[in-house]
């Protein structure tokens, strides 16, 4: 199941690095449209020079050419920004897949010990006459197993489906039978 779109839009616009993204978008699209304007009324003047307009002209190129670079300088930088951005997160998000991964050991290998000490404890309670209360213990183990399993899956974000058990009604109805007499 995945995440609706409204609680990411949400997440989103709480996040203070989204807001300085826009703003910095919004200034250097707005400076775009300003030199745009600027420069275009600049080849206007071009186009109907004066000897007399020689100054005004002059002074509006190196304002257009200072604009450009500015906007050039601008659009490097938060390029640059946003992509160091990008690799943070990117980093942060494999640091979280490793410490899942070690997790997720730890926990199959406690789980793995466990269920090995309930086979054996099931071989000796069948030796004895008495096997029934170790098979469930391994049934409880198999569900806690891919109950882990999903619960990981989804924690870590996988595009892995959930693992299925198959599940009798009929032994599920006997195992509760004890609760309701």
Not at 74 to 96: H, N, Q, S
Not at 136 to 162: K, M, V
């Amino acid at each position: 199941m995945r995440p609706s779109p409204r609680p990411l839009l949400h997440s989103l616009v709480r996040d203070p690095r989204f807001w300085s993204v826009v703003a910095w978008f919004g200034f250097t699209f707005s400076l775009a449209i300003w030199q745009a304007i600027f420069s275009h009324r600049t080849l206007l003047q071009l186009s109907s020079l004066n000897s007399e307009d020689a100054e005004v002209l002059a002074r509006h190129t190196r304002m257009v050419r200072m604009e450009s670079l500015t906007l050039v300088g601008l659009l490097v930088i938060g390029g640059f920004a946003l992509t160091m951005l990008l690799r943070r997160e990117r980093e942060a998000g494999e640091r979280l897949r490793e410490f899942f991964a070690t997790f997720t050991h730890e926990l199959k290998t406690s789980l793995s010990s466990l269920r090995l000490q309930a086979e054996v404890l099931e071989d000796s309670l069948s030796r004895m006459g008495s096997g029934g209360r170790a098979e469930r213990i391994l049934a409880d183990l198999t569900r806690i197993d891919l109950q882990l399993d999903n619960s990981l899956g989804l924690a870590r974000g996988d595009d892995e489906g959930l693992l299925l058990e198959p599940v009798s009604l009929k032994e599920m109805i006997t195992g509760l039978q004890h609760a309701f007499p």
